[in-house]
């Protein structure tokens, strides 16, 4: 896989991670305000937030594999990007 990919690829990582952890203080704010005059709508703002979540991790997941597949191929044919092409988080 091209180094910009890779590197496209680790930063779109980022950016999601950052976005899952932005949904989960939503979803804490929005369990821990008591204070809804409509319950519909405290409902389908969790429900809102935990498909979002789900889309976001999911998305998350493809890229974990798309690097994945990279730092194989680099191992399988010598010419590895990086000693690690997988970020951490």
Do not use: C, F
């Not at 180094?3 to 369990?31: A, G, M, P």
């Not at 969790?46 to 979540?53: D, G, S």
């Not at 990279?70 to 951490?88: I, K, Q, V, Y």
Request: aromatic share 4%; proline share 2%; glycine share 8%.
């Amino acid at each position: 896989m091209h180094l910009k990919v890779i590197s496209w690829l680790e930063n779109r990582r980022k950016n999601v991670i950052v976005t899952l952890e932005h949904i989960r203080l939503q979803e804490i704010e929005v369990e821990s305000n008591t204070e809804w005059k409509d319950l519909g709508a405290q409902r389908r703002r969790t429900e809102l937030l935990a498909e979002l979540r789900g889309w976001y991790s999911g998305k998350l997941n493809r890229i974990d594999h798309a690097l994945g597949r990279a730092a194989s191929d680099g191992e399988r044919t010598g010419t590895r990007p990086r000693p690690d092409a997988r970020l951490r988080g």
